[in-house]
């Protein structure tokens, strides 16, 4: 006897698979330690006391009236 699976129902195990595949294959600290590394490697690196700052600055002021 063959038994009858509504769409509904496809979904919802569709659906039940794909999160816990998706939670299985990347574990949560590896992916926070991922971002921390990205946030860390692009940081400014604009630093406002650095010479080449200080002298663009000097350069590009606006003129004295």
Not at 5 to 17: D, G, K, S
Not at 31 to 44: G, L, N, P, Y
Not at 49 to 60: G, I, L
Request: hydrophobic content about 40%; charged content about 25%; overall charge positive.
């Amino acid at each position: 006897m063959k038994q009858k699976i509504t769409l509904r129902e496809f979904f919802r195990v569709m659906a039940a698979a794909s999160t816990a595949a998706a939670a299985s294959t990347i574990p949560f600290s590896a992916a926070i330690t991922e971002d921390t590394h990205t946030i860390k490697k692009q940081r400014a690196r604009y630093r406002a006391d650095s010479p080449d700052v200080q002298a663009f600055y000097r350069v590009n002021r606006y003129p004295t009236k």
